[in-house]
């Protein structure tokens, strides 16, 4: 019951936002307000999540916790980098190209590492999976998928094999449409729950 | 008509169908609650990890507000009461994770919610512990696999926004031993998790994770309008092919 105004709040700034869209010309100035609210409190969600961040490896530092090294280089370039950031600004090309070539390398070494992993996993789908069909109808589309991007059996459009080359290529985008629509009524439904005080992650159900 | 009013058409019967079904059930229970598999294996992982004294992670992706998939943030912290049981919370083994300041203060809130409500902080301090281990996708994982607990990997959730990076997650998780469960992720997170986790779920079977396991009438409604609702575009799909077709539209 304590959380009532709580969820009476929540639930009235949602339809608010939603009536929002319906009746722009009306609600505009009270929709903008709420939405420079959200960006701040947003914001400060943020603050405080980077503020977790430090505390994280703060504490796995002081326990000498294994891999506690690591965490000590991450608080030094977190603080390198805020220090960095506040003085020269983020529009500094130094401080730009200086995070660009850190974070990119960093990143592509890791997407390597993913692409040899994605390979062994491939290589596992039997073995995890069994000879589903499902697996095997994932193997063998994953395959001519493969085949077809490297240019086999490009012909014109008009023959018969150009149009059947052509429904292979559309295929995956059918299968994608399909989930995403799916996910699309199932997030919908989540988001309607929660806005209408159906649903209460807080507690109090 | 255009599709931008057929779209809050769709938000519009979807809230009344909701909303009517909530009411329906509150006298009637007729909806069965659908069976999984892969939930019941999460079940099983998570009481397996607490019984032998092994580490529960729950990662909740990288985004609170993603574009292309907006709910997945919002779903994942839906999900997170269900793995918040008092014993499950005083054992103390249990690990949140994300990419997103916002989610770990929200994930945080929740924990210490549920937490507060069967034990005193001051009395016992252990609850779940709630990390932000890098900002972006690939600093999640960096931190993610550099924190893993070695040979001590009991079950694994991965819920939320992800991309193909969870690969490396759950291939950490299965590597120490430990069982791994997704209900969520960008089509991309999706395909790769098919590779190697075995306790998956695709597309709208995702979003039955925040009623599961122990539905109540919120979660059968909600699967009641889903069904409805998919039932319609179905409809609408092969109406508006055959149309097409015929040459009308």
Redesign the interface.
Same mark, same amino acid.
């Given at each position: 019951m304590k959380k009532l105004p709580a969820i009476i709040v929540s639930v009235a700034i949602g339809l608010t936002v939603l009536a929002g869209y319906f009746f722009q010309a009306e609600l505009s100035t009270v929709l903008s307000l709420i939405v420079d609210w959200g960006i701040l409190l947003a914001g400060v969600a943020g603050l405080i999540g980077l503020g977790y961040l430090a505390q994280y490896h703060l504490t796995r530092l002081m326990k000498r916790e294994k891999g506690a090294f690591f965490s000590l280089i991450t608080l030094l370039v977190f603080l390198f980098t805020l220090v960095a950031g506040l003085t020269l600004t983020t529009q500094n090309p130094f401080y730009r190209n200086l995070i660009l070539n850190v974070q990119v390398s960093v990143e592509a070494s890791l997407l390597a590492v993913l692409a040899v992993t994605l390979m062994f996993a491939s290589l596992k789908l039997i073995r995890t999976r069994g000879w589903t069909p499902m697996s095997v109808g994932f193997l063998i589309s994953a395959l001519i998928s493969l085949v077809l991007n490297l240019g086999v059996g490009m012909t014109e459009s008009g023959t018969v094999l150009g149009e059947l080359v052509a429904f292979w290529r559309r295929l995956p985008i059918v299968g994608a449409r399909g989930i995403l629509l799916g996910m699309a009524i199932g997030g919908l439904i989540v988001g309607l729950r929660i806005l209408l005080g159906m649903h209460r992650p807080y507690g109090e159900e | 008509m255009t599709w931008t009013l057929i779209g809050?058409l769709?938000?519009g019967i979807?809230?009344v169908l909701?909303?009517a079904f909530?009411i329906l059930f509150r006298t009637h229970d007729f909806y069965a609650i659908r069976y999984s598999a892969a939930i019941q294996s999460l079940q099983c992982a998570q009481s397996g990890a607490i019984e032998r004294g092994r580490s529960r992670q729950l990662v909740l992706g990288n985004q609170l507000n993603g574009w292309t998939?907006?709910?997945?943030g919002?779903?994942a912290?839906?999900c997170?009461?269900g793995f918040l049981s008092q014993e499950s919370v005083v054992e103390g083994g249990l690990s949140v994770a994300s990419g997103?300041?916002?989610?770990?203060?929200?994930a945080?809130?929740?924990a210490r =919610?549920?937490y507060q409500?069967g034990f005193s902080l001051g009395l016992h301090q252990v609850g779940v512990q709630?990390?932000?281990?890098?900002?972006?996708p690939?600093s999640l994982?960096?931190g993610l696999l550099?924190?893993h607990p070695?040979n001590n990997s009991g079950s694994t959730a991965l819920l939320g926004y992800f991309g193909?990076?969870a690969?490396?997650w759950s291939?950490a998780a299965l590597g120490n031993g430990g069982d791994v469960f997704s209900a969520g992720g960008t089509?991309a997170g =999706?395909s790769?998790l098919?590779?190697?986790?075995?306790d998956l779920l695709?597309?709208?079977?995702?979003?039955m994770m925040?009623g599961k396991p122990d539905a109540?009438r919120?979660s059968l409604?909600?699967w009641l309008?889903?069904d409805v609702?998919?039932l319609f575009?179905i409809v609408g799909l092969v109406v508006g092919a055959i149309l097409k077709m015929v040459g009308v539209l």
């Open positions: - | 809050w769709v938000i979807a809230a909701l909303a909530w998939y907006p709910g997945l919002l779903h912290l839906a997170l009461p997103d300041g916002e989610l770990v203060v929200f945080r809130q929740i =919610q549920y409500q709630t990390m932000l281990p890098g900002p972006t690939w994982t960096a550099s924190t070695q193909a990076e690969l490396l291939e089509l =999706q790769v098919f590779l190697n986790v075995r695709i597309g709208e079977r995702v979003f925040p109540n919120v409604a909600g309008t889903e609702l998919r575009l």
